[in-house]
Structures are given as C-alpha cells and as structure tokens.
C-alpha cells in the first residue's frame, strides 16, 4: 500500500500493466495532471478501467456535489467530453465503455505513446455495429388512430455496451413516409422511441416489441426502423443495419380489406 497524490505518485515510467479507479478520479480538481500520471506508470499496451460519474452539460456540472464540497470534500466531475478528451491526449486510446449513470471504460496506452482524436465522434466512434431485424408477424394493415407494435430482435456488434438509462440513450425508432405513385414521401423524422429493457453488452441480441404511433389519415406508408443515440446520431448513419416495413392505414370506418370472405354456401 502506498499513500500519495494521485496526480504525482512515486512509480517509475511504464511499470504498470492496468490502473483501476473507481468512483476515485472526479476527487481530484486536475483531470489533466491525472489523466498525465496514469499514462506515465501504464506501460505500452497496458489499460485503464474506471468507473466515473458525468455531467451532460455545463449547468449539471456546475450543480454536481454541492453537499460534499460545503461539506469540505473535494468534489466535482467533467463532461464525458472532458474525460475522453484528456485520456486521448496522453495516448490512452478507448477500448470498451458502457455510458449509462456512469462512465465505465476501459482505454489502452497506444504503443506509438501519441495522442489520439479527442472529441465525441471519436469517443461513439465504434458504437454502431450491429442490426435489428423483424422476427415475427407483423400487421400489413392497421386501423387509422391505432398504435401498434412491431416484433423486433436487436444484435450489437460493436465494442461498447449499450444503454437506455443514459443521457446518451440508445433507443429503437423509425422514419415515417407516405407511399404515392410509386415514391416515398418523408411524414415524420421524428418517432416515438422504444428502450431497450436492459443494458445490450458487445455480441448480445434481444428481443423488444417497437413501438408505432397511431397515424390518422388513411393510405399506404413505410416504417424506415433504425436505432438513435440521443443528442448524437441515427445508427443507420455510420452503417448500421435496419429495415423497411411497408403497411396500409384504412379508415375506422371502413370495412374494408384486400379480399372479402364469402359466407358458406354463398357467392364471395
């Protein structure tokens, strides 16, 4: 056991394999001279793994630990921004993470020791391997004013975790068009989101029940389903995989249907 300052302990260069730091980092007001240390003890190669809180914005951040700080304790965190940007200027490189109330990531000392991309692009860089693929029957035609669902199975690929109970949720949604003559009119960018029912880990699928809003005017439409990481980007943007699925919306009053049966012994 040594006791020290996180910001200058007393190891020489490279020493270590792995650092671990739990709930201990945000104590310390120099993110930058932490940030320095760890990369100075990590060997080439060697990782990082924490578990931290963030601040999705200035005013959060600004409100973070009030108590603890008039209660004399050194307190305060950082925008995930922040703590992404000053790993990957000291030649930590992400590996794996799972952003949810927390930041938990594991970043690898790049063995060229150079610094790497900072910002939130670089951090989600990853993020969107994988696909969602219907996985059961599904309505072609449904009564105007009713919402719906649609049996869904989503796989990820990719090398992070992911979360619904985030600020940077990850969620199932879809692009509403209106099919006419043969082409497809955007309704609505914007739908309902479905969350996922718990934290999706690299190489799981689950199943969910998506989500459609009830449409009122009658016609022939296309659900475009992709998933969103709020405040960020749709998957489908960086090459994830979705579907089109194309359905009618008939009238309330309409008994309408694309074939009628005739009653037995009848003429249809």
């Not at 060997?43 to 793994?49: E, F, I, S, V």
């Not at 880990?201 to 709020?230: C, F, K, N, R």
Request: proline content about 7%.
């Amino acid at each position: 056991m040594v006791r020290a300052d996180m910001r200058r302990v007393p190891f020489r260069p490279g020493i270590f394999d792995i650092v671990v730091a739990i709930s201990a980092l945000h104590h310390n007001p120099e993110l930058q001279g932490i940030a320095a240390a760890i990369s100075r003890v990590l060997r080439p190669g060697g990782r990082l793994a924490f578990l931290e809180p963030y601040c999705e914005n200035e005013d959060a951040k600004r409100a973070f630990g009030l108590e603890q700080v008039a209660a004399g304790i050194s307190e305060q965190t950082y925008l995930l921004q922040e703590w992404h940007d000053e790993f990957a200027a000291v030649g930590l490189e992400v590996e794996t993470h799972r952003i949810c109330d927390s930041f938990c990531a594991v970043y690898r000392k790049r063995t060229d020791g150079a610094a790497g991309p900072g910002g939130l692009d670089a951090l989600f860089r990853e993020t969107y391997k994988g696909r969602i693929a219907l996985t059961g029957p599904s309505a072609p035609v449904v009564t105007a004013g009713t919402a719906w669902t649609v049996p869904v199975t989503i796989e990820n690929s990719s090398h992070v975790v992911w979360c619904s109970t985030s600020h940077f949720m990850i969620r199932g949604s879809y692009h509403l068009y209106r099919r006419s003559d043969g082409r497809d009119e955007l309704v609505k960018f914007d739908n309902v989101r479905t969350p996922l029912p718990q934290p999706l880990a690299p190489g799981q699928q689950v199943s969910i029940a998506l989500e459609i809003t009830a449409i009122d005017e009658p016609g022939d439409y296309v659900a475009e389903i992709d998933m969103l990481h709020e405040f960020v980007r749709w998957f489908a943007e960086r090459g994830f995989s979705g579907f089109r699925l194309p359905f009618t919306v008939v009238p309330r009053s309409s008994s309408w249907w694309p074939f009628r049966r005739a009653p037995a012994g009848g003429r249809p």
